[in-house]
């Protein structure tokens, strides 16, 4: 049985489409809600915190304390590795497969981090401190594209010198992900997860500012 095919075994059985409530300081409740099990085959031992939400690993971004127009701004999340093995290197790849939306994602895929030479010991702690090839893009998804999939990878680097080419260093779009592994001849993570969010103001609960847009001036591309 391959390794897809246990991980979806798993997500049947923890009933991985539960929705989990959590109480905030000001009294107000969100809810978080985990992914479907079709998507939930993707968590593989790998944890995502970003400021106010913590592990975010297998769930969508909540729709309350515009959490999901937050995200578009926030530095890097701490990604942590717990079973990585103290004495090896890794590497930690983000991409967005579904731009510009998973109906019709003609963008596959989108680099938004690509950090090599990790040590597993830093990996095991969340620390992302090694060579990186592209520099953290947050997320962006563009608006009426409906929910993207943010998906993080882990694999091994057994001491390979790993890099981009100049092409693909033009763009962060329409990335040949397999073509670039096979190169390094990477084969299955090592560890992995994923989230999903939608552009905040595709939100039912959305509600434009009055007197013009909230928009940031340095607004970051949208992916």
Wanted: hydrophobic share 35%; charged share 20%.
């Amino acid at each position: 049985m391959g390794w897809t095919m246990k991980l979806a075994t798993a997500a049947l059985f923890l009933g991985l489409t539960m929705v989990v409530p959590r109480h905030e300081e000001d009294g107000d409740m969100c809810m978080y809600e985990a992914l479907s099990d079709t998507d939930a085959v993707l968590c593989k031992g790998l944890e995502v915190f970003y400021p106010e939400l913590g592990n975010i690993g297998c769930m969508f971004v909540p729709d309350c304390n515009n959490y999901r127009q937050k995200i578009t701004h926030w530095d890097e999340p701490i990604v942590k590795f717990p079973g990585a093995l103290e004495g090896a290197t890794y590497i930690l790849v983000m991409v967005d497969p579904d731009a510009p939306s998973r109906s019709s994602p003609k963008a596959q895929f989108w680099r938004h981090w690509l950090v090599t030479d990790i040590k597993g010991v830093d990996m095991k702690k969340g620390k992302i401190r090694g060579q990186e090839l592209s520099a953290y893009q947050p997320p962006s998804p563009p608006a009426q594209s409906g929910f993207h999939r943010y998906q993080f990878f882990v694999y091994l680097q057994e001491g390979q010198n790993i890099s981009l080419h100049s092409k693909e260093n033009k763009t962060r779009g329409n990335w040949k992900m397999d073509k670039f592994l096979n190169r390094f001849h990477l084969s299955e993570p090592e560890a992995s997860t994923q989230f999903m969010t939608e552009n905040y103001q595709d939100s039912p609960n959305y509600q434009p500012p009055a007197g013009g847009s909230s928009e940031p001036t340095d607004k970051p591309k949208q992916s």
